[in-house]
């Protein structure tokens, strides 16, 4: 029983504390409301349909941006890992490009897609990517390099050492830049909605901040939270079956 | 003789993509109001450091960010190492931490800021928070990828849970860590930027944000070029320190 | 002739109430517009959004769209919301209870929050700090949205902000603070808050959507201004911005200025001019089209 | 007295029984060796004996105690060498983490990891990291670590299987020496049968795939040759000779 | 005719030099063993001859054309198995990918694994993922993925260390076998002196640390026992006891 609520005592801590300062320090707060509020306010955009939308939005940019920064990362990260040169060819650029917050390039993406989509999966693509890339790297780096030898004396194609030695080796790895990418995505994707797209989760916290309903807003983030983290224990229970499927015992 | 040719590779590479944005300005493919020149951003960059504010903000985000990426790798190798030991820590504070990590700091800030005021403290404390995750999943990571045999090794030795953590799990965590710390100060120069922008604290964040209201296009890619060569810089010398730690790696 | 689809950019201020009268009570269908709106939480989205055509037409601030022109953008003015006026108590300056800030002489070296730097009621401070023969760089601007204005004054992070209502009387109900000074009715008369601004070469495409707009709102002004309208047009703004029943209840409303001259214009290149927040000098009489 | 008691241990992996009922006991100072084909348990025998599975049934105890998991008491020969050392550190700091982990002063370690580091003959090469070190030269250097360690039992799985016949020897004669000088206990897994008798007080005899008329626990063979035992005189030794063939028919019929 | 041939190989790892000049070739068709004492260069000059890494000095020719890497023609079986299998393949898997290099078809693949597989004896645990395997079993694994190559050239570095003496016996008449059947031509790395001597048709011994006038060849031997030879009678005959005793000695001093 214990070990079953284990993993909500801090959560719980948390809120109600929040709840005791919203109800007291913060009583004529116009930002803050008591997470029984936010609750409540949050079953009643549950129940009118407008969370599934705004939601589904949100999820398919962030996912279309995170796999387009995938596309792209992995097979160049690797070619860093493997290519010594190519790696220091290009880490003055990639390095001088990566602190570029993606932020900054909200209104670049406006100005060049609009609303909608494109401009979101543009800017979350561009975020994703370098974690991507740099984990991708590092993964390659490590990789046993008896393995790589074995896939030297047995001639297997660029390919085929890719897709055979290298991507199974990196698959562990792949799975920490995909839980940081994921979180990532969907932080980014909310960041683009709350300063410039109007559609999605962001949006929806928007509206709610300027219609003077910080229950809604705060209603918003939890389920903001709770998307992250469900999408989250997906991708770790994920991470499990394809460990074991992959030969690893302890 | 190849050692300099080997060392102008990487400008060469750089030049080749300044140049693409030269041609790309000058030749029409984007509008001048977005896309300045190569040229006007540099008249920016030199007119901002040397009149302008804009080396002050830039030593503002400096500060920002090297102080929270400091707070984020302690931050991450302590809760990292924590989680990646003990199950019951995992039990109880991982799912905590899960349902964190993807609120924005765009959406978070402003509660916090109801709630703790508006204060540079406030803003560093969300930039070591949104750093942090890097360097806490990589540590995890490292540990989670220790080799049975190494474990075993320590359990033969009984040594103790702390010295497990310092000479078996840290060290063989260390370049996954590395790599977690990188993508941390990346991460923190990022978020000062953005909690600059959204708590309105003076830096390139704040610079960065007026000038795109202003539609001053070349302020805002000297800004973003500033940005660049900060992060470069700082990770330059990661990455020295890196090959430094990591000599085993390569007999 | 198929109707001109437009789409229209708002945000969430009573200026626009115009638009809202004149979608709702058919004027822009009778002209054949068929007008759609889109919310946009930041006013400084508004002119990247109506370059990359997401947007015809987007509600901006004066200082938004000036500032958009300066940098090179080929928009133009195409009608107004709301404008300014002497009986209107919305906004004010608001200070920290025992700050002791009462004149405008009192905010130097202070700390104050605006909901926007740079934005309008940010320039309209700073122009009334002016008049009163203060130097607005020796004041600490600090941004934040109107929400937290509360909670920052009750902090202490700030010691006064310059906010609206419906915060504005929440502020000072709870006693966190108190009004230090109506600024904007020092303000002169009916200079415009929000410019319906479109691409020039759309405008220039769509001279008869344009105008079909602009009389849209003309008519929908003369419905504004009629007192016995009064419950029709809250009911019409609440569908648009969603805010509590009985913050739209007593919400004051600008007067509306369909129509934007060149002076109304010039009042805000002058003031932004003066606070150094244009390279260039725009030629108003090019901004606006008719 | 005995050290070591392994009761009815028995151990299921997968769906597979590896170890039928087995039941062994080392007294103080016994040197037992233990041999069978390759597959049939031996390593899992020996990671039950230290601690690190335990058995579906059955116990072991370590001087009288029930052993939970491994102790510093024990210390544990891995047969995968390449994997049993801290890639980050050199010899020597592979050699100092045990003497850490036992709260050795710093000011003695030195002295004693130089000592350890001789005796298998890795002095000169106290700096490599093991990435740069020989297979056999890998494998002395996880002994070396074991014996910093001064552990009362030693428990190794086919500890010189990567070794040439001389420096093989010679470790087997410099193990025997400590066991003897040290009164340590030792459990030793080889696949080498003279290995196993030049050795041994003991050779245990593993059969693979246990039945229930066939348990895993093949033979127990008493070692009655004196020592000091030498390379040349005890393989020629009768006693010797006849062992061999004794377990070598032991072994060929399963 | 020869099919590999050293000329004057030299290396240097670090500041060391591993490897004196050494000159070698093996005609086709030769099993030629390679014996010498643990960190003595074995390992090195298997490498170098298979082109994993390129000497500072001299050079490799496999079949007349300069070795610049290593080639499908010549399958290496690493000492390390536990590192040379790829984890998250089941043995039948691991042995697969060699097919897949070579491009064989999905439809043979299935009965030539189980061929080889039976060759090592690992057939009844072809859906094993290494983890679930004993040392001497994954090492059986890896040799089962060089046979599955189908090379010309075997490279074997002590592939037999880690098997006890039955299975190791029937694996080395086995591999002699395969030698023999097709023409295989083999070089071998060992540090067990009989093994070299039964299964080589010249012995090549190295000694470390070489210096001027003690070069790392230290020497070649042939070995003048007829074919098929047996576990029993070739290891009494007295031309196989004379050259025993005389590596032996070689050995002995260096
Ligand atoms: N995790 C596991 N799951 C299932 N079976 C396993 C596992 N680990 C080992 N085995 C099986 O247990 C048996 C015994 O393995 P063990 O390592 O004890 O053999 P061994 O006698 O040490 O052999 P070798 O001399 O080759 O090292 C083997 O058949 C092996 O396949
Ligand atoms: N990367 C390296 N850097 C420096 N020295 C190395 C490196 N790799 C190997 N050596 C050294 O080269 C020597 C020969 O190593 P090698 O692996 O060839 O020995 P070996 O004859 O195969 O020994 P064993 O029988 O123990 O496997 C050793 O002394 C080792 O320390
Ligand atoms: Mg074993
Ligand atoms: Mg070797």
């Known amino acids: ?250 | 003789m190849k050692r300099l040719v080997s060392g102008l590779e990487p400008l060469a590479v750089l030049a080749a993509l300044g140049g693409l944005w030269w041609v790309a300005s000058h030749g029409g493919w984007l509008s001048p109001v977005f896309v300045p020149t190569p040229e006007a951003m540099l008249a920016s960059l030199h007119a901002g450091l040397l009149q302008g504010d804009l080396a002050t903000a830039a030593a503002a985000t400096v500060q920002r960010m090297l102080l929270g990426w400091g707070l984020a790798c302690l931050l991450g190798v302590v809760l990292g190492a924590l989680i990646g030991v003990s199950p019951t820590a995992r039990a109880w504070i991982q799912p905590t931490l899960e349902f964190v990590r993807p609120l924005p700091a765009s959406a978070v800030l402003p509660l916090a800021i109801s709630v703790f005021g508006l204060s540079p403290a406030m803003v560093l404390s969300v930039v070591a928070f949104g750093a942090m995750w890097p360097v806490l999943l990589s540590t995890v990571q490292g540990f989670a990828s220790l080799h049975v045999r190494l474990t075993e090794v320590a359990a033969a030795l009984q040594l103790s849970r702390s010295a497990f953590i310092f000479k078996v799990g840290l060290p063989h965590a260390l370049p996954d860590i590395l790599a977690g710390t990188r993508l941390a100060l990346t991460v923190s120069l990022i978020v000062a930027v953005v909690g600059e922008m959204i708590a309105s604290q003076p830096g390139l964040g704040q610079a960065l944000l007026l000038a795109a209201r202003a539609f001053r296009a070349s302020d805002l890619f000297a800004g973003i070029v500033l940005l660049g060569a900060i992060g470069f810089v700082s990770n330059a010398l990661l990455a020295l320190a890196e090959r430094r730690l990591l000599r085993w790696q390569q007999p | 002739q198929a109707p001109t689809r437009v789409n229209v950019g708002f945000t969430a201020v009573a200026d626009f109430v115009t638009l809202f009268i004149a979608r709702e009570e058919g004027y822009f269908a009778a002209r054949g517009l068929e007008v759609a709106t889109t919310f946009i939480p930041l006013n400084p989205s508004m002119p990247a959004a109506v370059q990359s055509d997401s947007l015809q037409i987007g509600g901006a601030t004066p200082s938004v769209f000036l500032q958009a022109v300066d940098g090179g953008l080929d928009h133009v003015v195409i009608g107004g919301g709301g404008m300014t006026s002497k009986s209107v108590t919305g906004v004010a300056f608001v200070a920290r209870a025992g700050s002791g800030i009462r004149s405008a002489q009192d905010c130097v070296g202070k700390r104050i929050g605006v909901p926007g730097l740079g934005a309008y009621l940010h320039v309209a401070f700073r122009a009334w700090l002016r008049q009163s023969g203060v130097d607005h760089t020796k004041v600490n601007f600090v941004e934040a949205a109107f929400p937290q204005h509360a909670d920052l004054l009750r902090g202490g992070s700030f010691d006064g902000v310059v906010t609206a209502d419906p915060f504005l009387s929440r502020i000072v109900a709870s006693g966190v603070g108190y009004v230090a000074s109506y600024y904007t009715t020092f303000q002169p008369e009916g200079m415009p808050t929000i410019l319906y601004t479109a691409r020039r070469d759309w405008a220039e495409r769509n001279a008869a959507a344009v105008k079909a707009f602009r009389e849209s709102l003309v008519q929908a002004a003369t419905f504004l201004r009629e007192p016995k309208n009064d419950a029709k047009v809250r009911a019409h703004m609440g569908k648009y911005i969603k805010l509590p029943p009985e913050v739209l209840a007593t919400m004051q409303i600008n007067p509306p200025s369909p129509v934007i001259q060149e002076r109304q214009l010039q009042y805000w290149v002058d003031a932004m001019r003066e606070q150094a927040m244009l390279k260039t000098t725009p030629d108003v009489a090019r901004l606006i089209v008719r | 007295m005995s050290l070591l008691t392994l009761e009815r241990v028995a151990i299921t992996l997968g769906r597979r029984e590896i170890l039928s009922p087995t039941t062994l006991s080392l007294r103080r100072g016994e040197f037992v060796c233990v041999i069978g084909p390759s597959g049939c348990g031996k390593t899992t025998l020996l990671r039950a004996a230290a601690g690190f599975v335990q058995p579906q049934a059955g116990g072991v105890k370590l001087a009288g105690q029930p052993v939970q998991g491994p102790s510093r008491e024990a210390a544990f020969v891995f047969q995968d060498y390449g994997r049993a050392l801290l890639p980050w550190r050199t010899v020597a700091g592979n050699v100092s983490l045990a003497l850490e982990a036992a709260g050795v002063p710093a000011a003695q370690r030195r002295e004693r990891i130089h000592r350890v580091l001789a005796t298998v003959g890795l002095a000169a090469h106290a700096d490599k990291f093991p990435a740069q070190l020989s297979g056999g030269m890998q494998q002395r250097a996880q002994i070396a670590r074991c014996l910093a360690q001064e552990p009362t039992l030693l428990m190794m799985d086919e500890p010189f299987g990567a070794l040439d016949a001389m420096t093989r020897e010679s470790l087997q004669d410099e193990l025997a020496r400590l066991v003897r000088e040290q009164g340590l206990t030792v459990m030793f897994v080889t696949h080498d049968l003279e290995e196993a008798i030049y050795l041994g007080d003991r050779v245990v005899a593993l059969r693979a795939n246990p039945t229930a008329d066939k348990p895993s626990l093949a033979a127990v063979i008493d070692v009655d040759i004196p020592r000091p035992r030498s390379q040349l005189a005890t393989k020629e030794h009768p006693e010797f000779l006849r062992l061999r063939r004794e377990l070598y028919q032991y072994l060929g019929h399963h």
């Not at chain 1, 320090?25 to 609750?39: F, I, Y």
């Not at chain 1, 993606?102 to 406006?110: D, F, K, N």
Request: glycine share 8%; aromatic share 8%; net charge positive.
């Open chain 1, 1 to 250: 029983m214990l070990r079953l609520l284990r993993p909500f005592v801090f959560p719980a801590l948390l809120l109600a504390a929040l709840e005791w300062w919203a109800r007291t320090v913060g009583r004529s707060s116009d930002a803050l409301a008591p997470p029984t509020a936010a609750l409540r306010a949050l079953a009643g955009a549950l129940a009118d349909g407008s969370v599934v939308t705004a939601t589904g939005f949100t999820l398919g940019s962030a996912a279309a941006g995170l796999g387009l920064a995938w596309l792209l990362g992995v097979p160049l990260g690797t070619l860093l890992g493997l290519s010594p040169r190519s790696a220091r060819m290009s880490f003055l650029s990639i390095e001088l490009l990566r602190p570029v917050p993606s932020v900054a390039l909200i209104p670049l993406a406006m100005l060049l897609w609009g609303f909608g989509l494109r401009m979101e999966i543009a800017v979350v693509a561009f975020a994703c990517f370098w974690p991507v890339l740099v984990l991708t790297q590092a993964g390659v780096r490590q990789v046993e390099p008896r393995l790589l030898e074995v896939a030297r004396a047995l001639q297997l194609s660029a390919w085929a050492r890719f897709s055979k030695i290298m991507l199974p080796a990196l698959v562990p790895r792949l799975f920490v830049a995909l839980r940081l990418g994921v979180a990532i995505a969907l932080v980014v994707a909310v960041t683009v909605e709350i300063a410039a797209n109007p559609h999605g989760m962001g949006y929806a916290v928007m509206i709610a901040q300027q219609s003077l309903d910080p229950a809604l807003m705060l209603g918003w983030l939890f389920w903001i939270g709770l998307t992250g983290y469900v999408i989250n224990a997906g991708a770790s229970a994920l991470q499990r079956v394809i460990a074991r499927r992959m030969g690893e015992l302890a």
